[in-house]
């Protein structure tokens, strides 16, 4: 049961690589991962039972390089934004693209000028900057982090139901293992 594999989420949610049980419940005991998914049964040891992990989230960011050549659209922005407007931070797919700094004002289309908004911010900031609409961007927009290609066995993916909801959809993983 301890060489049982567990996925590891970045704190940011990504799938980071796969651990053994072994690794994931001390990460758990150290602090340094939550458990977000129980998989089967629990694990006895001296210390007392603990609940057999199949999916742990880190407690801190594991930074990654940026990934020059991802383009930039209107659902990559979205993805990037977790689906949340950047002004009021409702999370919604009802999103649209507004450019911090108005386009007619020498605002460009980039990853740094460019943020999802719901309708109704979006009516509200119009064409103005965020500070003259009274508005503020909960985050200061980038070009985002791309985690590094992620492998999968696929006979994992078919085996852990629990996780795919935290893999991204459409993507096809192969073999390695991480660890
Ligand atoms: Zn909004």
């Known amino acids: 049961m301890i060489n049982l594999p567990v996925?590891?989420?970045?704190?940011?949610?990504?799938?980071?690589?796969?651990c053994r049980v072994r690794r994931?419940?001390?990460?758990?005991?150290?602090?340094?991962?939550?458990?977000l998914e129980n998989?089967?049964?629990?694990?006895?040891s001296v210390d007392g039972e603990f609940p057999v992990p199949s999916v742990i989230r880190l407690a801190s960011l594991i930074r990654r390089p940026y990934r020059s050549d991802r383009k930039m659209s209107r659902l990559e922005i979205f993805r990037r934004d977790r689906y949340t407007c950047q002004y009021c931070?409702?999370?919604?797919?009802q999103l649209t693209?507004?450019?911090?700094?108005?386009?007619?004002?020498?605002?460009?289309?980039?990853?740094?000028n460019v943020v999802s908004a719901c309708v109704f911010c979006?009516?509200?900031?119009?064409?103005?900057f965020p500070k003259e609409a009274g508005m503020k961007l909960i985050h200061q927009p980038a070009k985002p982090a791309v985690t590094a290609p992620f492998y999968l066995p696929l006979n994992y993916s078919a085996l852990q139901k629990e996780w795919q909801k935290y893999l991204p959809r459409g993507s096809f993983y192969?073999?390695?293992?991480a660890e």
């Open 122 to 128: 979006n009516r509200q900031k119009a064409g103005r």
């Open 97 to 112: 693209l507004d450019h911090v700094t108005p386009r007619y004002r020498g605002g460009q289309h980039t990853w740094e």
């Open 24 to 35: 994931a419940v001390v990460l758990i005991y150290q602090n340094k991962a939550e458990m």
């Open 7 to 18: 996925l590891v989420l970045n704190q940011s949610y990504e799938p980071l690589n796969i």
């Open 39 to 44: 998989g089967s049964g629990f694990i006895h």
């Open 174 to 177: 192969y073999a390695a293992e």
């Open 89 to 93: 931070g409702k999370q919604t797919r």
